[in-house]
Structures are given as structure tokens and as C-alpha cells.
């Protein structure tokens, strides 16, 4: 393995660690290398702290290597931001020690870097080397790239259903499901682990209004340890009644309504229009609201929509091959659908869809 992408690779799984602190940041990692030997590493560990190459300076300074920071190289996993944001621009740190080669896996497509970080390292003598691991340094960072040149969340439909295609049983008459008609649980605890984890991991989750009348989930995190996403429901005419554990506050909640804007401690009513379609401005606030990623967990018509829109990217259907019901609401049809990985985890099947866009 070339020496490069050997650091580099090192640089992402650092960059991993930041996974659900840092959004709407990207994760980064850094390296810094003397003469083979790494002097100090570091990670973005948290939005609005520290990025990943002051972190790895003060490691190489904490670890007495201050003198050798002026002949190293700094490997980063993503381009150097030349900007003033909630940290001072990490290309004038790297001048300012005098680093003299900094190599890249990719550039940034946040519109106030993009470059930038690039031009000012070469303008200050800084030998610049671009693209080492790239392609795996945009995957890592999927959502920030798809929410700075796409202008919307990254999209991750999730669901789970019996052998014979189902996803829930009839609908109860009227409302919310009694103690004697209880939510049919179709995945196991291993696989519900899973989801929470897969919650920590996203800025938002969403869900529709009979999810939310019939379930009345919590939609927070629970069995994993990480921050619970932003929680994002759509209830048009806002008939979803207050008791509800969505209502609760103890997580930040956005609800897409056609009938008020207004914003009450944790509790945001977003207004869209009735007479306009629905899912473009969902997308368009989101983006407003700087979610970079979203969890849809349901129901299958909002599952749908995004399907049918070819708006997603991700989809994770967990099947239970050995629970039928034989009738009840079936689960969504996915399209356009490219099968990337299968995973057995032991009564489930976890199947990962990537969206293919058809080529005209």
C-alpha cells in the first residue's frame, strides 16, 4: 500500500468517530506524518468545536513534536476550509506553522470553501497533493455532499415487513391502537438495536400523520447511545392530538402543517401550502433548516412518495421471512432500486438499496 493512502485511510477512520456530533458540519479526520512516523492525529469531534487539523497540531504539540510540525506533511480527509465560521479558517493554521505539503482526499462543495482552502495553501507555497482516496472520502460524507449540491437532505427510507410483504395489520377504526390491539412488532431486538443506532446517526427522522396517530412511537434513541435526530412530522391539518409522545419537547420537533407557522419551545409548526405539492417544499425547509440527512421510518404512502418522486438514496428494509400475517397494509415498491449489500441477523434479512437514476 502506497505510504498515502495508507495515512489516508487512517484520516477517514478518524473522521468516522464524529458520526452524529458534527452535522451540519462534515466529518473530517487529520494525520500528521514526520518522516513516517505519525506526530499527532485528530478528528472533527463535535459542530462549533475544534476542526480535525487543530486537533491533530495540538496532538503533535501536546506530544512535544512542535518543532517537527514545520517538516511534516498533513494529511486531511477533506479540503482545509479558508473561512470564518464558528472556528477561525484551518488553511491559515496550517501556514501559520509553516506545514509545507498538505494532501487531500477531495474538496469541499460548501460554496464558502470549494476551493478556496486549496488556492490559499498553493498561494502560501503549500504543496498541495488533491485526490488520494477520494471516492471514499465522498462516500463518508454522502450527506454533506448530496445537501450542498443537490439543495436537500440526504434521503434513507427504512421498514420492516413480514415474509409476505406486509408492514402493519388493518388499520383500527378511528384512532390510536387500544392494549388490545397492540403495534405489530415484526423485526427483532438485534435489528432494533440496529435502527437506533441507525437514528443517532441522522440529523432528522420522519414520519406520517396514521404512523403517528397509530403508534405514537417516541422517535428518539433509545437502545444505542448517541443524540436523538430532529423529529419531523407531517400532519396537514394538524389533527394529531397534543397527547402524543412526538409533542413531548424533550426533542427538537418540526411539523409540516397547512395551517400555522409557530414556534413554541422545542416545538416548530412549519406552514406549507395546500395547493402546492407537498414533498418539494418538505425538502426545501429542510435544507432551510440545515437537516443534511433524513430517517424516514413511515408510513408506506409517505414511503412511497419519495419512491415514486425518485427523491432517496438509501433504502434499509429489514424482512422477517418467518412471520406472514396474510393480510393487512403491504409495504413500499421500491424502484430504480440497485441491491448493495444483504446482511442475515438471525430471524432478519437486512436488505440496503442504493437509488440508480435510469440513464435516458
Same mark, same amino acid.
Given at each position: 500500500?502506497?505510504?498515502?493512502?495508507?495515512?489516508?485511510?487512517?484520516?477517514?477512520?478518524?473522521?468516522?468517530?464524529?458520526?452524529?456530533?458534527?452535522?451540519?458540519?462534515?466529518?473530517?479526520?487529520?494525520?500528521?506524518?514526520?518522516?513516517? +512516523?505519525?506526530?499527532?492525529?485528530?478528528?472533527?469531534?463535535?459542530?462549533?468545536?475544534?476542526?480535525?487539523?487543530?486537533?491533530?497540531?495540538?496532538?503533535?504539540?501536546?506530544?512535544?513534536?512542535?518543532?517537527?510540525?514545520? &517538516? *511534516?506533511?498533513?494529511?486531511?480527509?477533506?479540503?482545509?476550509?479558508?473561512?470564518?465560521?464558528?472556528?477561525?479558517?484551518?488553511?491559515?493554521?496550517?501556514?501559520?506553522?509553516?506545514?509545507?505539503?498538505?494532501?487531500?482526499?477531495?474538496?469541499?462543495?460548501?460554496?464558502?470553501?470549494?476551493?478556496?482552502?486549496?488556492?490559499?495553501?498553493?498561494?502560501?507555497?503549500?504543496?498541495?497533493?488533491?485526490?488520494?482516496?477520494?471516492?471514499?472520502?465522498?462516500?463518508?460524507? +454522502?450527506?454533506?455532499?448530496?445537501?450542498?449540491?443537490?439543495?436537500?437532505?440526504?434521503?434513507?427510507?427504512?421498514?420492516?415487513?413480514?415474509?409476505?410483504?406486509?408492514?402493519?395489520?388493518?388499520?383500527?377504526?378511528?384512532?390510536?391502537?387500544?392494549?388490545?390491539?397492540?403495534?405489530?412488532?415484526?423485526?427483532?431486538?438485534?435489528?432494533?438495536?440496529?435502527?437506533?443506532?441507525?437514528?443517532?446517526?441522522?440529523?432528522?427522522?420522519?414520519?406520517?400523520?396514521?404512523?403517528?396517530?397509530?403508534?405514537?412511537?417516541?422517535?428518539?434513541?433509545?437502545?444505542?447511545?448517541?443524540?436523538?435526530?430532529?423529529?419531523?412530522?407531517?400532519?396537514?391539518?394538524?389533527?394529531?392530538?397534543?397527547?402524543?409522545?412526538?409533542?413531548?419537547?424533550?426533542?427538537?420537533?418540526?411539523?409540516?402543517?397547512?395551517?400555522?407557522?409557530?414556534?413554541?419551545?422545542?416545538?416548530?409548526?412549519?406552514?406549507?401550502?395546500?395547493?402546492? *405539492?407537498?414533498?418539494?417544499?418538505?425538502?426545501?425547509?429542510?435544507?432551510?433548516?440545515?437537516?443534511?440527512?433524513?430517517?424516514?421510518?413511515?408510513?408506506?404512502?409517505?414511503?412511497?412518495?419519495?419512491?415514486?418522486?425518485?427523491?432517496?438514496?438509501?433504502?434499509?428494509?429489514?424482512?422477517?421471512? &418467518?412471520?406472514?400475517?396474510? +393480510?393487512?397494509?403491504?409495504?413500499? &415498491?421500491?424502484?430504480?432500486?440497485?441491491?448493495?449489500?444483504?446482511?442475515?441477523?438471525?430471524?432478519?434479512?437486512?436488505?440496503?438499496?442504493?437509488?440508480?437514476?435510469?440513464?435516458?
Amino acid at each position: 500500500m502506497h505510504p498515502h493512502w495508507y495515512y489516508m485511510q487512517r484520516c477517514l477512520e478518524l473522521a468516522r468517530l464524529g458520526a452524529g456530533h458534527v452535522a451540519p458540519n462534515p466529518m473530517v479526520g487529520a494525520v500528521l506524518v514526520h518522516e513516517g +512516523k505519525i506526530i499527532g492525529e485528530g478528528w472533527h469531534r463535535k459542530y462549533g468545536e475544534a476542526h480535525a487539523e487543530v486537533n491533530a497540531v495540538g496532538q503533535a504539540i501536546q506530544n512535544g513534536q512542535a518543532e517537527k510540525i514545520s &517538516q *511534516s506533511t498533513l494529511y486531511v480527509s477533506l479540503e482545509p476550509c479558508a473561512h470564518f465560521g464558528k472556528t477561525p479558517p484551518c488553511a491559515d493554521l496550517i501556514i501559520r506553522h509553516k506545514i509545507p505539503k498538505v494532501v487531500i482526499a477531495c474538496r469541499d462543495p460548501f460554496e464558502q470553501v470549494n476551493g478556496k482552502g486549496i488556492e490559499k495553501l498553493k498561494a502560501a507555497g503549500v504543496e498541495v497533493e488533491l485526490g488520494i482516496l477520494e471516492k471514499e472520502a465522498v462516500e463518508l460524507n +454522502k450527506r454533506f455532499f448530496t445537501f450542498h449540491q443537490q439543495q436537500r437532505p440526504y434521503i434513507i427510507l427504512k421498514w420492516a415487513e413480514t415474509g409476505d410483504g406486509f408492514i402493519a395489520p388493518p388499520s383500527p377504526a378511528g384512532g390510536i391502537r387500544d392494549s388490545h390491539s397492540k403495534r405489530l412488532l415484526i423485526s427483532n431486538e438485534y435489528s432494533n438495536r440496529l435502527v437506533h443506532k441507525w437514528r443517532s446517526e441522522e440529523a432528522g427522522i420522519m414520519i406520517g400523520t396514521n404512523t403517528a396517530l397509530l403508534d405514537d412511537p417516541s422517535l428518539t434513541v433509545r437502545s444505542w447511545a448517541g443524540p436523538s435526530p430532529v423529529r419531523l412530522v407531517l400532519d396537514m391539518n394538524l389533527r394529531l392530538p397534543a397527547s402524543l409522545k412526538v409533542f413531548n419537547k424533550e426533542v427538537k420537533t418540526v411539523v409540516f402543517n397547512a395551517v400555522k407557522q409557530q414556534e413554541e419551545d422545542n416545538l416548530l409548526y412549519y406552514q406549507v401550502n395546500k395547493k402546492e *405539492s407537498l414533498l418539494p417544499q418538505v425538502l426545501k425547509a429542510l435544507y432551510e433548516l440545515k437537516i443534511q440527512s433524513v430517517l424516514v421510518e413511515g408510513g408506506a404512502r409517505l414511503l412511497q412518495s419519495f419512491i415514486d418522486a425518485g427523491c432517496w438514496n438509501e433504502a434499509r428494509v429489514i424482512r422477517n421471512d &418467518q412471520f406472514n400475517i396474510g +393480510k393487512g397494509l403491504r409495504g413500499p &415498491q421500491l424502484a430504480n432500486a440497485i441491491l448493495k449489500e444483504e446482511t442475515t441477523i438471525t430471524t432478519d434479512t437486512l436488505r440496503i438499496f442504493y437509488y440508480q437514476k435510469n440513464e435516458v
